[in-house]
């Protein structure tokens, strides 16, 4: 069992940065997967980023050469670094695992977090 936890979220001016967290507990998070998706009002949950446990990194092309996902073994932790956000970025953000593969669609997860907002203004 996998529990997971995301933090970081909040309210920031396009251009501007955050960093979100997902704290991992249950099992050590260099494990499995992690993936970050994101839904806004009214939209589906869309695939943000991914890294997997050899720290194989996957991005949607929306966010590319703006965020960065990376993960401290350590703190059994990963981040999702937001760079250049904008307002379409908004979004709750979600933080997701599963132990084998990279997907990138929603079902194919397994464990999931709480979410953390993000809004952006523009």
């Known amino acids: 069992q996998v529990q997971l936890v995301e933090s970081g979220g909040g309210l920031v001016q396009a251009g501007g940065s955050l960093r979100l967290s997902c704290a991992a507990s249950?099992?050590?998070?260099?494990?499995?997967?992690v993936g970050w998706f994101r839904q806004a009002p009214g939209k589906e949950r869309e695939f943000v980023a991914a890294?997997?446990?050899?720290?194989?990194?996957l991005y949607a092309d929306s966010v590319k050469g703006r965020f960065t996902i990376s993960r401290d073994n350590a703190d059994n932790t990963v981040y999702l670094q937001m760079n250049s956000l904008k307002p379409e970025d908004t979004a709750d953000y979600y933080c997701a695992a599963r132990y084998i593969g990279v997907p990138t669609t929603a079902r194919e997860y397994d464990y999931w977090g709480q979410g953390t907002q993000v809004t952006v203004s523009s």
């Open positions: 890294i997997s446990r050899t720290g194989n990194t």
């Open positions: 249950g099992r050590p998070s260099s494990s499995y997967t």
